[in-house]
């Protein structure tokens, strides 16, 4: 029974690639628009070039174009304009009887016309963030080996992620931790697009976002302008596509994620509006009952995802959207010992974001966007010590918060940009919870804590970014942002530089500086009044590096960065411990810790090299390393080396296309051995849990960390269907990788946790 799962789906894999008669001469529909990235004004007259045959067509005053009778395959689209630089989009899908749609955003040029240009605009760079940024396209999102699907899993396998744990999605970006992350869908701020999510951070366990929902996914490292804030690392924008305004198309789903399935069409007769619509299941736990599948944990969770556009008037455009995840889990303690958990209980959680966005095109020159967004996320949660069997924590939380947000963005001329916005949040948040008398990670006992409050107030914020090209070849953006917090009187200015210099056709220099600041956790904060005088976590980003073009598809990029963090919380009665990382090295959840002082200090440090191959035949790649180190200082003024410092993270991936039917690809990722700090053998005997050695905090390392997965993708055009399955084997070797240890009660010595072996997982996506 161990691999029968595996062995169904080679049986469902390979049934269908022998069975039935395949239609000939399927064709489909491409169809887009073009605009300026720039003022996101149409752009008539683009050419657009299919492949390198000779269909094509230009884009009408609108900037709409339309390819018809397209046979079905996979394809580049180039796109050029007098006076932009080129563009290509690869991985267009043509599918039987269906329409895809394609958004394309030009530059205005850098390179004067008679200059030599190699550049074919198969990288999405965006001149106000030229460091530490990277894009991906939906189909590079699905076809991902080791991600399922999963936006988040894709990019573990940058350079600036650290690898910590198979079993979470958690982005550890540049020493950071989880909580440091901001989630943009469709410009509306999403607290969390994970599963399970992690109160007070932003992973957890799988995504909500299902690939086939996507236009494109953009993830920001570091240096990112001042029109983000409250976030101390990262920025991640999904931008998901618009419904078909052609023709109804549906799929079904059954994957890794759930079963489930979507679709999308247009709205009345004149086609000015569209709507999208997925929605999905998991069926782990109708599977853990009957089939070995390395866990007896059934866990079971959902997800919602909505959207309609409309054209309101000419140039106006309204988007409402909607994302929806519902979890539960409810393992008990014979599970939790089968399994190796440290803590099992009863887990109710329900997340959901509903927002609005109107964007209006003024003139050629200007645009606004404005958007009224509404997050809720209720935890109904009761946790016990697996070794004990003793009640840890009751947790009765349900967080809201109201944000409205307005932007306006002009470009003054050809050299002279401008943009400004500002945002305010009304947070309303109610806790009703319950935090046992306990054991603390270093062996002390702490009494009962009820935390029962109601939190209500408001966080506003503004920001400016003036962006001017002195030449046609440097641009340079500078920008500050202000952000008042009345809960703890905290008002923070956090000015920001970045600059790019093509300083040739194939070499870009750059470089970035920035400050940014983040609110702790309300979860955290709402534990004491004294915490009102805390401020806020700080961080101070440098960054410097290069990208070379090698060839028009395939780019270097050099990046060292320097990350150093003030005002972190710590915690008086643990001084030696750092307190954000609290769910990495105890249970995966926050306890209760009353007053906090803000003398927590960290530093991160790298180097990254990347080597993109974008898809322009059969071949497409992406080969990474870094090198960094990252420590943290508590509330002793120790410097010790922090929980997610993997010091060496290398990561080989790529595929190849055999024809328009068969696909294979394939990742490999080595990482250094993280810290852990071991336990005190005889205090944790004494006690009969885990108790740290607070002599030797982070003073061992995990052993390495290394996986290879593999993929195998089939399609099929029938006369008016599609149908694309794939194989996956996680862990291709079985490598044993070890997550942490735990103290094993009833023997009485320290174990490891093992993360995930050898899995095989298949999916199957049919089109309608």
């Known amino acids: 029974m161990k691999h029968l799962l595996f062995i169904i789906a080679l049986i469902i894999f390979f049934g269908i690639a022998l069975a ?58 180039h796109i050029s304009i007098l006076g932009y630089k080129p563009a290509t989009k690869t991985d267009i899908i043509v599918g039987a009887e269906r329409s ?11 390179i004067q016309a008679d200059e030599v240009v190699v550049t074919a605009g198969y990288f999405n760079d965006r001149p106000e963030q030229p460091v530490s940024s990277i894009s991906f396209a939906a189909e590079e999102v699905r076809r991902a080996p080791g991600s399922g699907g999963d936006v988040s899993r894709i990019i573990l396998g ?99 994620a759930g079963i489930g399935g979507m679709t999308e069409g247009p709205i009345g007769q004149d086609a000015k509006a569209s709507y999208l619509v997925s929605v999905r299941r998991s069926y782990l736990d109708a599977l853990v009952h009957t089939i070995d599948i390395g866990t007896t944990v059934a866990p079971s969770y959902g997800d919602v995802v909505a959207k309609v556009t409309a054209d309101v008037a000419p140039g106006h455009t309204l988007t409402v959207l909607d994302v929806f995840s519902d979890d539960h889990n409810n393992p008990d303690k014979k599970t939790a010992v089968e399994n190796d958990m440290i803590f099992y209980g009863n887990q109710d959680i329900y997340v959901n974001t509903a927002g609005i966005t109107w964007r209006a095109l003024w003139s050629p020159s200007l ?31 349900l967080e809201a918060t109201a944000t409205i947000t307005a932007s306006l963005h002009y470009r003054i001329n050809s050299v002279h940009s401008f943009e400004a916005g500002v945002v305010g949040k009304h947070l309303s948040d109610t806790y009703d919870n319950l935090y046992d008398s306990y054991t603390d990670a270093l062996g002390s006992r702490l009494p009962e804590f009820a935390l029962n409050t109601t939190l209500e107030g408001w966080k506003m914020g503004g920001y400016v970014n003036y962006m001017v090209r ?23 200015v956090a000015p920001r530089f970045s600059t790019s210099l093509q300083a040739s056709d194939r070499l870009t220099l750059k470089a970035s500086a920035g400050i940014y600041y983040q609110t702790l956790p309300m979860l955290l904060l709402s534990q004491a009044t004294s915490n009102k005088t805390m401020k806020n976590p700080e961080a101070l980003h440098l960054i410097t590096g290069a990208d070379y073009l090698l060839t028009e598809n395939t780019k270097l990029t050099l990046e060292a960065y320097r990350k150093t963090y003030e005002s972190f919380p710590t915690d008086p009665s643990q001084p030696s411990l750092f ?56 509330g002793d003024g120790i410097w010790r080396d922090r929980g997610f410092d993997n010091r060496v993270v290398v990561a080989l991936e790529g595929g190849y296309r055999l024809d328009e039917n068969w696909e294979f690809s394939g990742r490999w990722i080595y990482a250094g051995g993280v810290p852990y700090t071991p336990f005190d053998q005889s205090a944790s005997t004494t006690l009969q849990r885990a108790v740290l050695d607070e002599s030797r905090i ?51 010595r320290q174990e490891p946790i093992s993360q995930w072996g050898l899995l095989p997982i298949f999916g199957v996506k049919y089109e309608f």
């Open 20 to 77: 039935g008669v395949l239609e000939a001469g399927q064709t489909g529909t491409i169809t887009g628009k073009v605009t300026d990235q720039g003022t996101s004004q149409p752009l008539p007259g683009a050419v657009i070039r299919l492949g390198a045959g000779p269909q094509g067509a230009a884009s009408d005053a609108d900037g709409n174009f339309k390819l018809t009778n397209v046979p079905v395959g996979s394809y580049v689209l």
């Open 470 to 492: 002195p030449t046609t070849a440097w641009t340079i953006t500078a920008g500050a942002r202000i952000d008042h917090f009345p809960y703890n009187s905290s008002t923070t």
């Open 158 to 256: 940058l350079p600036s992620l650290a690898k910590v744990n198979d079993q979470s999605n958690s982005l550890i970006v540049r020493g950071g931790s989880p909580m440091e992350n901001a989630f943009y869908v469709d410009g509306i701020e999403v607290p969390n697009i994970n599963h399970f999510p992690t109160q007070g951070a932003t992973g957890g366990p799988i995504g909500i976002i299902d690939a086939s929902l996507l236009e494109d996914v953009s993830f920001n490292a570091g240096g990112f302008s001042a029109a983000y804030g409250d976030k101390l690392s990262s920025v991640m924008e999904l931008r998901l596509k618009d419904g078909s305004r052609t023709s109804r198309q549906s799929q079904l789903d059954f994957n890794f």
């Open 579 to 634: 307190l954000v990382d609290e769910v990495f090295y105890r249970y995966g959840f926050y306890f209760a810790h009353g007053g906090f002082q803000d003398n927590g200090r960290a530093e991160s440090n790298g180097i990254e090299i990347v080597l993109q191959k974008k898809l322009a035949e059969n071949f497409y790649g992406l080969a990474s390393a870094s090198y960094f180190t990252t420590r943290y200082k508590s």
């Open 698 to 748: 982070n003073a061992d390392r995990l052993p390495a960390y290394h996986c290879l997965n593999v993929r195998v993708d089939r399609r099929w055009h029938f006369a008016s269907t599609n149908l694309t399955a794939y194989v996956s084997i996680w862990n291709a070797y079985d490598r044993k990788n070890t997550a942490g240890y735990f103290w094993n009660g009833e023997k009485q």
């Open 367 to 397: 645009y606004s966007n404005a958007s009224i967004s509404y997050s809720t996320s209720k935890f109904s949660e009761d946790y016990f010590e697996t070794n004990s069997g003793a009640h840890l924590v009751k947790n009765r939380s």
């Open 100 to 110: 895809v749609h394609v958004n394309v955003e030009l530059q205005e040029s850098a």
